[in-house]
């Protein structure tokens, strides 16, 4: 016959502490008596020390569990927001024989519910004060998740229903409703603002073909979806100066082409491409090179020659970069 005596926390208390000797039944440090039901009567292992609590094993010698409480806690009560804390930190009142929750040693069974306190109750006479299970909860919201409109306001509404606070959780409830009709607000808003730029740069386009159609200048598009590395030097040749009106003079490329590419060393796997063309009088042996990809620069050139074949030498063209 053996005795064990353990702290709150369940660390046991061997012959040598106290009034405590072999003597009297109480073990030392180096003997084991086979016992498996220990402190709180649980399953404690022999070789690590660790009391199996059926969801998490339980150190008694930190006071802590090893993993933690799959209950995310209460702002309420801040005793259940250490996950790793056993049985709210009142050893003396409560058992924990799932791992889970705190409970009553002398109830046979679980208990309904928690009060706002995160206490178990047994029975109920003001069921207001109960809640579900723990692990039922939804749960309020963390500070990232509450800036989510509605979804924020909305958990809490909900998580103060299911602790017993209706009120919270209709003033909750009427802030989602809120914040269903304010994101619906800003939806039409920006909704309408890019509406209308969309539409003022449309209307701006128009007015400028019509007013290069007034002009008898045509507009002469490269796509920058098809032909990228082309669309990419118009654009910034153009923003550095060069004009985006030329004017077509076929006669005379041969010539512009060689002094705009003459000091210009050549790289292998690559095609020199100009900004104006050189079918372009604006070119005039001075245009801005890049080496592009051949593929690239054959295409954009096949699609300007397309749209100028019938367009005599004297024309205006405006050149555009287009998606």
């Known amino acids: 016959m053996s005795r064990h005596d353990y ?10 502490v106290g009034v405590r000797t072999t003597g009297a039944s109480w073990l030392s440090t180096t003997q084991a008596d086979g016992q498996r039901k220990q402190f709180g009567e649980y399953d404690r292992d022999g070789e690590t020390g660790l009391d199996f609590l059926r969801f998490r094993y339980y150190s008694s010698l930190h006071g802590r569990f090893l993993k933690p409480d799959s209950f995310g806690g209460r702002l309420t009560n801040p005793q259940t927001l250490n996950l790793y804390a056993y049985v709210i930190n009142n050893p003396l009142k409560w058992v924990d024989p799932t791992g889970h929750s705190a409970q009553d040693p002398k109830k046979d069974s679980e208990p309904i519910g928690y009060d706002e306190d995160g206490n178990p109750i047994y029975d109920c ?12 909860r939804v749960g309020q919201p963390g500070f990232w998740e509450s800036l989510i409109p509605f979804w924020g306001s909305g958990r809490s509404a909900v998580d103060y229903y299911q602790t017993g606070h209706p009120w919270k959780g209709t003033l909750y409830t009427g802030l989602a409703v809120t914040d269903v009709f304010l994101v619906r607000s800003l939806a039409t808003g920006v909704g309408k603002l890019g509406f209308r730029l969309f539409a003022k740069e449309a209307t701006e386009q128009v007015i400028v073909k019509e007013a290069l159609v ?15 590395e082309s669309a990419a ?17 076929r006669a005379g490329a041969t010539a512009r082409r060689v002094e705009s590419l003459k000091d210009i060393p050549k790289i292998p796997g690559k095609q020199l491409d100009e900004y104006p063309a050189a ?3 604006e070119n005039g042996g001075s245009a801005a090179v890049r080496p592009i990809t051949p593929v690239d620069n054959m295409g954009a050139g096949a699609s300007f020659g397309n749209q100028l074949r019938n367009v005599p030498d004297g024309t ?3 050149i555009r970069v287009v998606e």
Not at 7 to 16: D, V, W
Not at 125 to 136: F, G, L, Q, R, T
Not at 233 to 249: I, K, N, R, W
């Open 7 to 16: 702290a709150p926390f369940g660390e046991e208390l061997f012959a040598g």
């Open 125 to 136: 006479d003001d069921c207001k004060e109960v809640i579900d299970s723990p692990d039922k």
């Open 214 to 228: 007034e002009a008898g200048v045509k507009e002469v598009t490269i796509s920058a979806s098809k032909y990228p």
């Open 233 to 249: 030097h118009v654009l910034e040749a153009q923003a550095a100066g060069y004009p985006s009106v030329l004017t077509v003079d």
């Open 279 to 281: 079918m372009f009088k």
């Open 316 to 318: 205006k063209v405006r």
